[in-house]
């Protein structure tokens, strides 16, 4: 089922560095990884050893509380790393490529099921976790627009994956209605929590499904021929990118060929410092409002599209706040440059836009959470977002619940963030409370 929407509240953040709309092919990176921590609600039990051979598709962690639930590896290859953390904490298993492709093509139809390969591609809101194939929802939903900043252009990147497409429709159909939007509008009008507020919201107890367009079309791949490759085409760009473009790429790729081509400096090879960053530029996998950051040789997040390269926010301005700020870009118009859009209505900027420097900093320490009727300007669901944060932060369960937590993902509250003049870490503060749900919903 087709959907066009059309959204009024929200944001479009002039973020430089728009991707040319012109593909590399990085296909054949030699390292990847699969990441547990980027699956919500994911225990993994780990399922080979360093050195072992896997194939493209070969389960490499199962979730503890039910096997059926996967990650596979995207490549042929050799398990070369297995990296724990705190109180170990498995973070990465790193695959090596295998050159030499084994992988057996069965070039048969197959049934979509949670034990397939591909089913980790499908989550399920709410909470975001990996879909349950014992709930049923009351629909699946894909987004043919995101409304990130910079992110990719989805119409562009699946164009010659129509029929692929099409097979991961009818795929999906057999659990649930398959809702396809395309939604016109500011960030965040692409968003999933977005789309489903607008069509039918959640209640307390019902569920919905999500999958992203492109893994839609790897499902598709997988149905028809039995291949496994989790496919993507990233959108590279930022203010700190050399030449932002799109790369064609393999779920949980290395970063590190990419870093090279857009990080190109004079102080190159000092791409790495002791924090596996460059000195002076932060890597984001993901959207630059809800990413996670990286190291130049890290890795794709395994639900991410886009990788953004932004300059660290360390440097200082004389005067900070008392300067007029005409460079810097200001929702509330603390600074002059608040004012240009107005003055770009009026024509004395002619066609030209107005340019501001971005960077990772905030512009200020954590204050006093302040009533200040921005964020409605900018959040459009039908829940007042300030009385649903509180409540989150005191843990009024009851409360939260009648305010809408069902509706939304922390990346909903992104420009909230963005916005906030509390500098108050609001993914953060919903990520908390969810998980908080989810374990009361599993317990």
Request: a negative charge; one cysteine or more.
């Amino acid at each position: 089922m087709r959907h066009d929407i059309k959204i009024k509240k929200g944001l479009d953040i002039p973020l430089g560095g728009i991707p040319e709309q012109k593909i590399l092919d990085l296909r054949g990176v030699e390292r990847y990884a699969v990441k547990p921590p980027d699956v919500v609600g994911f225990t993994p039990r780990l399922l080979v050893a360093e050195g072992d051979t896997v194939t493209a598709g070969q389960s490499l962690v199962e979730d503890k509380r039910d096997a059926r639930l996967t990650l596979p590896s995207p490549v042929d290859g050799i398990v070369e790393t297995i990296v724990r953390g705190e109180k170990r904490r498995l973070l990465e298993v790193v695959v090596c490529r295998n050159n030499q492709s084994t992988q057996n093509i069965q070039n048969t139809p197959n049934t979509l099921t949670p034990e397939s390969p591909c089913w980790w591609m499908i989550k399920e809101r709410p909470f975001g976790a990996i879909a349950n194939s014992d709930h049923k929802p009351k629909g699946i939903y894909i987004s043919l627009r995101d409304t990130n900043p910079l992110a990719p252009d989805l119409e562009f990147v699946l164009k010659g994956r129509e029929h692929e497409f099409e097979a991961g429709v009818k795929a999906l159909e057999t659990f649930a209605p398959v809702h396809c939007v395309k939604a016109e509008g500011p960030h965040p009008a692409g968003n999933i929590g977005t789309i489903v507020a607008a069509i039918d919201p959640l209640s307390k107890g019902e569920c919905i499904w999500t999958v992203n367009a492109q893994d839609v079309a790897n499902i598709g791949r997988w149905c028809i021929t039995g291949e496994y490759r989790p496919e993507r085409v990233i959108a590279v760009g930022g203010p700190a990118a050399k030449a932002p473009h799109y790369y064609r790429v393999i779920c949980g790729a290395c970063l590190k060929h990419i870093s090279e081509a857009q990080m190109m400096n004079d102080n190159y090879p000092r791409l790495c410092g002791c924090s596996g960053l460059s000195d002076s530029t932060r890597i984001i996998s993901g959207s630059p409002l809800s990413g996670s950051t990286v190291a130049a040789d890290g890795f794709l997040g395994m639900y991410d599209q886009q990788v953004c390269y932004i300059e660290e926010g360390d440097k200082y301005d004389f005067m900070g706040w008392l300067m007029p700020g005409l460079k810097k870009f200001s929702f509330s118009k603390t600074f002059l440059s608040g004012f240009m859009g107005l003055v770009g209505k009026m024509g004395f900027m002619g066609d030209r836009k107005p340019s501001y420097d971005f960077n990772t900093n905030v512009h200020g320490s954590v204050r006093p959470f302040l009533f200040t009727g921005s964020f409605e300007r900018v959040f459009p669901f039908d829940i007042y977002p300030l009385q649903l944060i509180k409540a989150c932060i005191v843990g009024d369960v009851e409360l939260q619940e009648k305010l809408g937590i069902y509706e939304v993902e922390p990346e909903d509250f992104a420009l909230c963030e963005f916005i906030d003049p509390s500098k108050t870490e609001i993914q953060t503060i919903i990520r908390e409370a969810l998980e908080v749900l989810r374990k009361e919903a599993t317990a």
